[in-house]
């Protein structure tokens, strides 16, 4: 309400402030405690001289003659009365006025006077309209509230929002049942609310109050409230008034919104079909239904795209939700509500008979709404016309069944979830094909080694970081030597794990080269350089043409693509125990020495990752006694975001020492439960390589001086070892092979030739050393020529040969396989 009266230290509040009129209201001793100021322009008195006194002294004739008639009940209705009244000026004034009672009955506590020239006939009339319509015509509900916080007045719009008049004498809880403040900052109850406003006089203005009104006992209503304190002139509280608008409809349409808003920012925050699932439940639960299950076609679960006759054949599969049959009260399905992310519950086919709301939502592709206590509603989980699954509200201890309200919003949440389940279906889709793609490039059946025993493990990343480029290797070299390879590379998904299978065959071939380590990473890091280089220049590359859609969680850089990559080489000789280490931005290996137990990290120079180009790589050399233990790793075994490097190094390396006796398989299994015991953030892949020596009778060296005869003698030297090692049966062969090796090395070079013989698990080698650069070439003589045959029938009758450089020259190398035992 307004004030009616504006006079100083007045705070008496009504609503025909706005009309203008001359009013004046009364207390129950007809005393003056409201004084407009238009009553002051018609009579003359300003407000310190009229208010107090009784309006008896300013009228001449009829005083106190103010009885009101009603028609309807709690409908005031002025009835004309012409008094003259004294100006302030002395001279009488013909005037008409109608009076308006502040409560229920004839009379009451105070009552409001209008008064008008009686002259001025359409003023009056005007006058009189506008207080039977402050009663009668007003689309807001009043009240107005003694200090008691009782009702003593109500209008008709009151009555209407309610049902009945039957509020006099009742408190504002009272008028409704289940009421409840929905406002967030006010008391629970609205007596509350008024009683602070009441004692502080600060209005409380747009207060939403949730309750059941006689007239309709069974749904709920929201109105709009705003509280004004009442008093007179002289500070006295009179009560409280009470306006109410009928704000349900905008209310349920601002929730419905709110409700489409908290989804878009809180469903499909992650990749995961579950944990969706269950996401759309929290933001639904309980505001829009009291149970939410989540139903997908099993194809989709498994990453495929289910076709549009999916609908008739497929099986639903509960990903998020209660069983049928199971109690209301009964906790639900699916993922650990908790902050650590825990693994969704198993999930089980749901057999819904053939009339089922579900199964005619999913073959027919629209929502059905079923009963009353428990009422459903059926959404259809589409995408591009195609069939995800259904998702079934139900409402047990709802007031409102759902109607046709509730579908605009029904399908605007699970047409949302549609898109991230289907998101999360394509996530599955790839990640599934990367790691089937990334399992088939690692190594998978590695040959047994005289050199080492080793064991590996690859743990890829959970389907929420997607598959990685991790990989290790172990390749045979000449001489009983072995290759030891880890890497990784940067990026998830198809690319990574393409990229990675480029790398681990580019490291085998070099590797067959017999390249030191430093060389095989700078080989390698051109040929990773030339490829981006190649890939930057060819158009739709993020530099030649449109750049590629970026991907969640990598920035700027798209899941699927790999930039760069981190590698460690090592080459271990199981004859003289060193091992020669160079790597490219990957972490160290982890060493326990077989002699002393200790366990380091090995002192290798950190090169750069590869892909940056131009910078040189270092080896680092280091003597292994047998039974000594390397660990091989990728950064996602000993770091992640609650473990920095150094944490993971020193629980690795006490893992090592403890034990170093284990089988290599049980060690894997040790260390990879203990460092990584829960969800994998990233690729992790570990090789556990423990050292050997060959025995010096497996070893045979001869040094040949030069001259022709040697050759001769060089065979009869081979020969008799080869019958001393039992291996007649490569008698004749290993003369041959020895004779064209040493010719050639007589021939083509100068200084001291070595000749050498190794008797491996599963074969017998046979090495020319001599201090030349130069490598010979297997080539087909032609029928008149005299030489060129020598290396094709080294070539036709051993298993492999090839040449490998070393520090004053090279080696010719032949490998024959044993004979089975």
């Not at 103010?66 to 009835?79: I, K, N, S």
Request: a negative charge; one cysteine or more.
């Amino acid at each position: 309400m307004g004030a009616v009266n504006a006079a100083e230290g007045s705070d008496f509040r009504g609503p025909l402030d706005a009309t203008r009129a001359a009013t004046a209201v009364l207390d129950a001793d007809d005393r003056i405690v409201g004084w407009s100021p238009a009553a002051e322009r018609l009579l003359g008195y300003p407000p310190d001289e009229a208010l107090g006194h009784p309006i008896g002294r300013l009228v001449v004739d009829r005083a106190g003659a103010y009885q009101v008639a009603t028609e309807l009940p709690g409908a005031a209705h002025a009835r004309r009365q012409v008094l003259h009244m004294r100006h302030r000026d002395g001279r009488i004034v013909r005037v008409t006025t109608a009076t308006l009672p502040l409560a229920h009955g004839e009379a009451g506590p105070a009552r409001l006077l209008a008064v008008a020239d009686a002259d001025d006939t359409e003023r009056w009339e005007a006058l009189q309209s506008m207080l039977r319509g402050l009663a009668t015509q007003s689309p807001v509900g009043l009240a107005i509230y003694d200090t008691g916080l009782r009702v003593v007045w109500t209008n008709f719009a009151l009555y209407r929002e309610m049902g009945s008049f039957q509020y006099a004498g009742l408190g504002p809880d009272e008028m409704v049942t289940g009421g409840e403040v929905l406002s967030a900052g006010y008391p629970p109850t609205l007596e509350e609310t008024m009683r602070r406003v009441l004692d502080s006089g600060e209005p409380v203005i747009e207060l939403h109050y949730r309750g059941r009104p006689p007239v309709d006992p069974d749904h709920d209503r929201v109105w709009s409230c705003s509280y004004y304190r009442l008093q007179d002139t002289d500070g006295t509280v009179l009560g409280v008034c009470e306006e109410t608008v009928d704000v349900t409809d905008r209310y349920l349409a601002q929730q419905r919104l709110d409700l489409l808003v908290r989804a878009g920012g809180l469903v499909g925050t992650t990749l995961d079909m579950s944990r969706t699932a269950r996401e759309l439940s929290a933001v639904t639960v309980p505001q829009f239904a009291d149970s939410v299950t989540v139903d997908l076609v099993d194809s989709v679960l498994e990453g495929d795209q289910p076709a549009p006759g999916t609908a008739r054949s497929g099986r639903l599969v509960r990903v998020w939700g209660r069983s049928e049959g199971t109690p209301a009260d009964a906790p639900a399905t699916g993922p650990a509500d908790g902050p650590d992310g825990a693994a969704p519950a198993a999930r089980e086919a749901v057999d819904y008979p053939p009339d089922a709301p579900q199964l005619r939502c999913l073959t027919t592709g629209h929502a059905v709404v079923t009963g009353r206590g428990p009422s459903t509603l059926v959404v259809p989980l589409r995408t591009d016309g195609a069939p995800l699954g259904v998702v079934t509200f139900r409402r047990e201890r709802h007031p409102d069944p759902f109607d046709a309200d509730d579908l605009p919003v029904a399908d605007e949440l699970v047409a949302r979830t549609a898109v991230c389940i289907d998101n999360a279906r394509r996530f599955t889709r790839e990640h599934t094909a990367a790691l089937t793609l990334q399992h088939s490039l690692l190594p998978r059946n590695l040959p047994r080694l005289t050199a080492v025993d080793f064991a590996h493990r690859y743990l890829p990343a959970d389907s929420k970081s997607g598959v990685g480029g991790d990989w290790f290797d172990v390749v045979t070299l000449s001489g009983a030597r072995v290759g030891l390879v880890v890497g990784d590379v940067v990026g998830h998904g198809l690319g990574a794990a393409a990229t990675m299978g480029r790398l681990r065959t580019s490291v085998r071939v070099l590797a067959r080269q017999d390249l030191a380590p430093d060389e095989l990473l700078t080989r390698l890091d051109d040929l990773i350089t030339q490829a981006a280089d190649e890939e930057a220049a060819a158009p739709g590359s993020v530099t030649g043409g449109p750049p590629p859609p970026a991907g969640p969680g990598t920035g700027d850089i798209p899941d699927d693509q790999a930039v760069g990559a981190t590698c460690l080489y090592a080459v271990y000789d199981p004859v003289t125990g060193v091992c020669r280490f160079a790597r490219a931005g990957h972490p160290a290996p982890v060493v326990l020495d077989a002699a002393t137990g200790t366990v380091t990290v090995a002192d290798v120079p950190p090169g750069p990752p590869l892909g940056l180009g131009g910078l040189p790589f270092e080896t680092a050399e280091l003597h292994l006694p047998e039974g000594s233990l390397l660990a091989l790793y990728t950064d996602g075994l000993v770091r992640d975001r609650a473990r920095d490097d150094d944490t993971g190094l020193d629980g690795l390396g006490a893992l090592l020492a403890d034990h170093r006796d284990r089988p290599l398989p049980e060690l894997c299994d040790r260390v990879v439960t203990a460092l990584l015991p829960g969800p994998v953030e990233d690729d992790a892949a570990l090789l556990l390589v423990r050292t050997r020596m060959l025995d010096g009778d497996s070893i045979v060296t001869w040094d040949l001086a030069a001259g022709p005869e040697e050759v001769g003698r060089a065979r009869a030297l081979a020969a008799r070892q080869v019958a001393a090692w039992g291996l007649d049966e490569l008698g004749f062969t290993t003369e041959i092979v020895v004779s064209e090796l040493v010719t050639n090395a007589l021939r083509y070079a100068a200084g001291p030739v070595q000749l050498r013989l190794v008797r491996d698990r599963a074969l017998l080698i046979c090495e020319v050393s001599d201090t030349g650069h130069t490598a010979p070439h297997l080539r087909r003589a032609a029928i008149d020529d005299e030489g060129g045959r020598g290396l094709f029938l080294v070539a036709q009758m051993t298993q492999h040969w090839g040449t490998r450089y070393t520090a004053t020259g090279k080696t010719i190398w032949a490998e024959q396989a044993l004979p089975p035992p």
